[in-house]
């Protein structure tokens, strides 16, 4: 086989991207580890910046999202008993976020790649990369049991946190930097009406918690909890009354409960890996970086980081710009570092960090500081709503 672009991993970022280039006339293969109905089961992200909501309109993926999806021109932060709203469209110049489940977005992505006749192909095991320092690389891998060379122009690694990619970067060119938290997030999936119309973070002395949405009739909610933590541990009474205590009236007597379509815990970690090229091989989204989830990057990042890949290879088989492609890692890394402060921050500020009163009431201060000032709630907009993208030359 052969194709351009090889790409693996069939998560949003090779979804997007195979989508974007696809649209250009630029050939791509996806290879999958997974099934298509596993990848439509993980619940996971649920906020989209201007930025991403623009990229998924311009790969022709935005119109259930439209019709779909809720925009929201603030959110609210809840501490010491009260709340305070950073008004988005006040503090990051009229910018918005789309509450759009990842999930949702991931199913329509799909749809747009079996409509285009382009090719995924899943439950692919023992994936390979090869001579991504040559102008040949290729993938190797197995379906069904037979084994499969797909010949390609590029390779992007799009196969998240515990993909194969990132380790084809020798060890002697690869920098990785991390920070592991003490503490998890349990989510909970109900079809119930959120609390609020608007995302509410929580801080409080019994930990974080977070009160979202996927639509106007079925809420997502998290409370931050011990990393030893067990689901089995947490019956659904466990969590409503865990959540209760944790918010400020009028939250704790108005949220609505019922039972969990989904429960799950999952830890937190920030994480970088530099540079995110190696010849041919280009490394995007997870795969690249993690970020812990309070701020809703996670997604965003994967997408600026599909935006750069794309429009530089672009550049390169229109206009035979081969030099933009050592320009891809410098430009994503300058975003991502940003967002991984902005996200390591937050996590900081709203989380139960230490035992230390002193370090709570700093934290309180903090909180009462950044959202009772213009500059501080100018901070956390224009970080939350998405920084811009740079042009790629
Ligand atoms: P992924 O979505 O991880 O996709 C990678 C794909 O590659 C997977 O389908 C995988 O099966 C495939 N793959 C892996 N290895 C191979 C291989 N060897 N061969 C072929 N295919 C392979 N972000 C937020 O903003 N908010 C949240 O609330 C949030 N919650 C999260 C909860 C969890 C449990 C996790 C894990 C992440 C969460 N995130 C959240 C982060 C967000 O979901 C990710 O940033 C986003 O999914 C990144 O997309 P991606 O396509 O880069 O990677
Ligand atoms: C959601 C997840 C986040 O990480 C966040 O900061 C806000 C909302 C969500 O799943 O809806």
Redesign the pocket.
């Known amino acids: 086989m052969r194709t351009q672009v090889a790409i ?8 997007l991207l195979g989508q974007l280039l696809q649209n250009a006339g630029i050939s791509n293969v996806i ?4 099934s298509p109905d ?2 439509l089961s ?6 989209l910046e201007e930025g991403t909501v623009s990229l998924l309109h311009e790969a022709g993926v935005g119109k259930r999202m439209d019709h779909e999806g809720v925009v929201h021109t603030g959110v609210q932060i809840a501490f010491g008993g009260m709340s305070r709203r950073i008004d988005l469209g006040k503090y990051a110049e009229g910018k918005t976020v789309m509450v759009y489940g ?1 999930t949702e977005l991931t199913r329509d992505l799909m749809a747009a790649r079996t409509a285009a006749a382009s090719l995924t192909l899943y439950d ?2 023992d ?1 390979a990369i090869h001579q991504p320092l040559t102008d040949h690389p290729y993938l190797t ?1 197995s379906v069904n049991g037979i084994k499969e060379r797909l010949d390609c122009d590029y390779i992007a690694g ?8 990132r380790d084809a970067i020798p060890a002697n060119i690869r920098h990785e930097y991390e920070k592991i938290y003490p503490f998890g ?1 349990l ?1 909970l999936l109900a079809d119930t009406p959120p609390v609020s119309h608007e995302i509410v973070y929580g801080a409080h002395e019994r930990g974080f918690s977070l009160c ?1 949405m996927r639509s106007m009739t079925r809420s997502r909610y ?1 409370v931050e909890v011990p990393l030893d933590a067990k689901v089995e541990d947490w019956s659904d009474d466990r969590f409503w009354d865990e959540l209760k205590k944790r918010l400020p009236e009028p939250y704790s007597a108005e949220i609505i409960t019922g039972p969990s379509l989904e429960k ?1 815990i ?1 830890g937190l970690r920030s994480f970088v890996v530099e540079p995110m090229q190696y010849g041919r091989l280009f490394l ?4 690249a970086h ?2 812990p ?1 309070t ?8 997408a600026s ?1 599909v935006n750069y890949l794309y429009r530089i290879l672009l550049k390169v088989y229109r206009e035979g710009r081969i030099d933009l492609l050592e320009k891809y890692s410098p430009l994503c890394l300058d975003r991502i570092w940003k967002a991984e402060r902005f996200s390591w921050w937050m996590t900081s500020m709203l989380h139960r960090m230490s035992d230390n009163y002193f370090d709570h009431r700093m934290q309180q201060a903090e909180l009462d500081y950044f959202t009772g000032s213009e500059e501080g709630l100018r901070a956390i907009a224009r970080n939350y709503v998405g920084l811009p993208y740079q042009d790629v030359g």
């Not at 799009?158 to 990619?165: A, Y």
Request: aromatic fraction near 10%; include cysteine; charge should be positive.
């Open positions: 693996i991993g069939s998560g949003p970022s090779g979804l290879i999958e580890r997974r596993y990848v993980r619940i996971r992200a649920g906020v990842q692919v095991t994936a891998f799009c196969d998240g946190f515990r993909g194969i990619s997030w989510g979202s998290y799950s999952a995007v989204g997870d795969a993690i970020v989830p701020g809703a990057k996670g997604l965003n990042l994967a980081d």
